[in-house]
């Protein structure tokens, strides 16, 4: 760690939790952020200055004046340009010492896995169950722990999927795949602003923790917030044993 970088993360390396090691690990880490819109901007912003080395930023829409309500990577002057390319002009201010990749076309099944297996960390900040599905089933193939945001009106909530714990279970394990699950988006219901910005944090730290290897994860649990009464609800999740998406590779693991 060179001078700028010691100044640069202090404070974290005041953390005895953390420190010198954590840190160093950060900055080795690759994070993969998908979506770079309510969830991803505030979750992107913390993950760049917080040091980790090299930064993928996945999104192939634009900016709209909608956005800027509660998308805070963008600016009005942005409007018309891809969220992706705004999100690495943001996020090189705050820390232009890491590595920041943008990917402007749309994920799918086939594009997707081979861009998870180069990450050792993996946010999801969509606001679909269908991409949701597609980023947890390539997370669990390539044994990359996955964080997970959601939030719609004054609700939120936050868990960790991570491959790499038998105990842990996936994101199908809670909203199966073979259910039916109506996406309820910003455009057509609402969505607190700063609402985005608490969940969009905490996935932030919850990744940081896993590169940094300290404290415990969201795993196993899922926490939910209702904004208007800030009131949080922890409910814990057990892994499905007929799982269709981990229960394959927690057999194998077990067998060998």
Same mark, same amino acid.
């Given at each position: 760690?060179?001078?700028?970088?010691?100044?640069?993360?202090?404070?974290?390396?005041?953390?005895?939790?953390?420190?010198?090691?954590?840190? *160093?690990?950060?900055?080795?880490?690759?994070?993969?952020?998908?979506?770079?819109?309510?969830?991803?901007?505030?979750? &992107?912003?913390?993950?760049?200055?917080?040091?980790?080395?090299?930064?993928?930023?996945?999104?192939?829409?634009?900016?709209?004046?909608?956005?800027?309500?509660?998308? $805070?990577?963008?600016?009005?002057?942005? $409007?018309?340009?891809?969220?992706?390319?705004?999100?690495? +002009?943001?996020?090189?201010?705050?820390?232009?010492?890491?590595?920041?990749?943008? $990917?402007?076309?749309?994920?799918?099944?086939?594009?997707?896995?081979?861009?998870?297996?180069?990450?050792?960390?993996?946010?999801?900040?969509?606001?679909?169950?269908?991409?949701?599905?597609?980023?947890?089933?390539?997370?669990?193939?390539?044994?990359?722990?996955?964080?997970?945001?959601?939030?719609?009106?004054?609700?939120?909530?936050?868990?960790?999927?991570?491959?790499?714990? *038998?105990?842990?279970?996936?994101?199908?394990?809670?909203?199966?795949? *073979? +259910?039916?699950?109506?996406?309820?988006?910003?455009? +057509?219901?609402?969505?607190?602003?700063?609402?985005?910005?608490?969940?969009?944090?905490?996935?932030?730290?919850?990744?940081?923790?896993?590169?940094?290897?300290?404290?415990? &994860?969201?795993?196993?649990?899922?926490?939910?917030?209702?904004?208007?009464?800030?009131?949080?609800?922890? $409910?814990?999740?057990?892994?499905?044993?007929?799982?269709?998406?981990?229960?394959?590779?927690?057999?194998?693991?077990?067998?060998?």
């Amino acid at each position: 760690m060179n001078e700028e970088q010691e100044v640069r993360y202090s404070r974290h390396i005041l953390l005895k939790d953390l420190g010198y090691e954590g840190q *160093d690990k950060i900055a080795k880490s690759h994070v993969l952020v998908i979506g770079a819109g309510g969830l991803g901007s505030p979750a &992107s912003m913390y993950l760049a200055s917080g040091g980790f080395g090299k930064l993928t930023l996945v999104d192939n829409d634009q900016v709209e004046l909608t956005n800027l309500q509660r998308q $805070i990577l963008h600016s009005t002057d942005r $409007i018309g340009k891809n969220k992706a390319e705004s999100g690495k +002009q943001t996020l090189t201010g705050i820390n232009p010492t890491i590595d920041i990749v943008t $990917i402007t076309d749309r994920m799918d099944e086939t594009s997707l896995p081979e861009l998870v297996r180069t990450a050792d960390v993996v946010l999801d900040c969509t606001d679909n169950f269908k991409t949701r599905l597609i980023v947890n089933r390539a997370c669990m193939a390539a044994g990359v722990p996955l964080v997970s945001g959601a939030v719609v009106q004054f609700d939120g909530q936050i868990s960790v999927y991570d491959p790499r714990r *038998d105990d842990s279970p996936c994101y199908a394990c809670l909203f199966s795949e *073979d +259910q039916h699950f109506e996406d309820l988006k910003a455009a +057509q219901v609402g969505v607190f602003a700063p609402l985005v910005g608490i969940i969009g944090t905490m996935q932030a730290a919850e990744a940081l923790k896993l590169a940094a290897g300290i404290g415990t &994860s969201l795993a196993g649990s899922l926490l939910l917030l209702d904004a208007l009464t800030m009131e949080w609800t922890r $409910i814990g999740i057990d892994r499905n044993p007929d799982c269709p998406v981990c229960s394959a590779r927690n057999k194998l693991k077990q067998a060998v």
